[in-house]
């Protein structure tokens, strides 16, 4: 493999030529100085934040060869392949490669032509590894995702902690450890285990602005992710579910209206998952319903959306899942639903967890974000210990505040049919029986008061005022008995004491497309977005280019590449070399490919932008509409409007040949009358319909020209 020499050179130069930007991102030029002075660093960044560049420039840079320690395979291959797509002779180590593969590697790290190893935890410790790392020039160690070394943290892997030997056995050399999981035990556990005590920490902003954050009632659920994608054609997005049952589902229901979806989840067998996740990463399915195992192991840069079917247990695995979403900077959309059904069942996880008081507080916590008044970012970012100085103004909620009223009735009406019933109803009952639904849930309990006294609130309004009351402490929900309500002493307060109680209700959101009515409903076929865009010329080349060299889209140009190039629109190779994300490698490799691609598309458009000229041309020779017409084989009302068109821009045209001069002179009195307004109908109207609309329009065009 031809690659770029790149030792010695200065970081910022090997940011530009070898990974085509232009400028560090904040800490990435201290943590790369700190690393090629030998000094050990902890890196805390979140995902997308460009962990991966303060290692790999180092490693560039620095003679010899540096270890990268990851836990997963295909995070491997995948850092791998980005790394190679830009010329840098990089490898991994693991046990998916053959004797021969194998054989490649080692003489590679031998030579030292390899700048970046990629190894597994159980693979360094392995004794056929310590005989070739005794003979390599290893001048840098980075330990991806190094949470896992921490009991504490949420993805323990037991290898990890086996690498406090690494001290021992590189002395001297310097170390990097990089995750996405901010909490303080994790990150003193990592600086202990590590034996790096005095490296030092970075720990940039959480903060993803690009992220816009949504939560939705957990109503009509599939309805408002087709709203959505139907508004985001050609993406790819993940739906996370709670159940095996509810992935499978909702794949389908995607693929039965017309949308390419696949489930994934532990139940799927592990081949068939690698082939899923595979097709996912190519492009190939846009759309995965998962359960949260789904998307540990990938660097896709593209996903444009993530969206939650059921409420995650907790903030971080939440803020790890939608931060999947968008890790090229561009703007990508997060969607939460939810509904009371998911936090019962979350509690009766968190209260068999052994760990119950700890899991009911997080379950808190996250119910807090999805019920907040105030902006979602600032309460997410506050978990994570983050001010948040001013509203994002990317969330729902600043988007469209809610308005808090006095809600001391609702609740008192609430209350006292939980109390009239002798607290006998769970959530549904409740709603029906205060809407005055007569049904097998509610008969025992016609005759009480406040039977039918909430009848003029929706049923999901309820459903939200309940969700709010629970959460404000005025009842709690007794999983073992049938989930009915319980008041609480607060709950007398408001029912005896007239304690004010505040709701919210959210205001009204977009409006959903009317479905069709009834059972059986057609699939619905989507509509085909237009493909003439250059954007997509380009994204088709990129596909094309991705199957070509086997690697995924993503890494031939990320998403923000392609649509930089869409927006300059560079025409030879010194433009397009200063188009964020082309390298050298990558400029020698595709930019003649792609500017081809632009050029065409300039060529097609003049085309399209000179058909009238043509037609100009041919009148002023003499030809009339319908000669030009079957000549070109266009419609006449297609000329007359490049006739239009032209008139419309002063251009030089024989209009008198087009439209009679006593007609015209009509036409001209008539939009004098009617206030110089430059419509049709009313002259048309006023002229007794009798002049044709086509000679209206060019008379109105030749004014707009020569008045
Ligand atoms: P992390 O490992 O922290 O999740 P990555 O290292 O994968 O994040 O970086 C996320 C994205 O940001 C990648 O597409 C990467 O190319 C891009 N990126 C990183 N640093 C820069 C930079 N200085 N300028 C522009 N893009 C960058
Ligand atoms: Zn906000």
Redesign the pocket.
Known sequence: MESVKTTGMNPKTV?DKV?G?K???PM?EDIINQALNNEDAVVL?P???????CFQIPALVKQGTTLVISPLISLMQDQVSALRSNGVPAAFYNSTLNTAEQQDVITGVLSQETKLLYVSPEKLMSEEFSGILQSANISFIAIDEAHCISQWGHDFRPEYTKLGFLRKKFPGIPVMALT?TADKITRQDILKQLKIESAHVHISSFDRPNLNLRVEQGTDKFKKILTFVKKHPDTSGIVYCLSRKECEQTALKFQENGYNAEHYHAGVPSAERAAVQERFIKDETPIICATIAFGMGI?K?NVRWVIHYNMPKNMEGYYQEIGRAG???LPSDTMLFYSLRDVIQLRKFAEDSGQKELQLAKLERMQQYAESPVCRRKVLLNYFNEALEEDCGNCDVCKNPPKQFDGTVLAQKALSAIYRTEEKLSTSALINVLRGALNQQTFDFQSIKTFGAGVDVAYNDWQSFIMQMLHQGLFDIAYDDHNRLKLTESAKKVLFEKKAINLVKQAPKEKEPIEPRGRAKKPLKREKPIKNTLYEELRTVRTKLATQYGVPPYVIF?DATLQEIDETKPQNKDQFENI?GVGNYKLDKYADVFIDVVKEHFLKERSKGNSYKLSIDMFNEGKTIAEIATARKIQETTVFSHMARALDIGMQVDFFKLVDIETFKLIKKSFIVNGREYKLKPIYDHLNEKVDYGLIRLSLSYLRGNE
Not at 47 to 52: F, I, Y
Request: aromatic letters at 14%; zero cysteines.
């Open positions: 940011l990974f930007f400028e560090f991102r990435q960044m995902t997308g934040g460009g962990k991966s560049l996405a660097d840069s890790r090229d900077g990320s964020s």
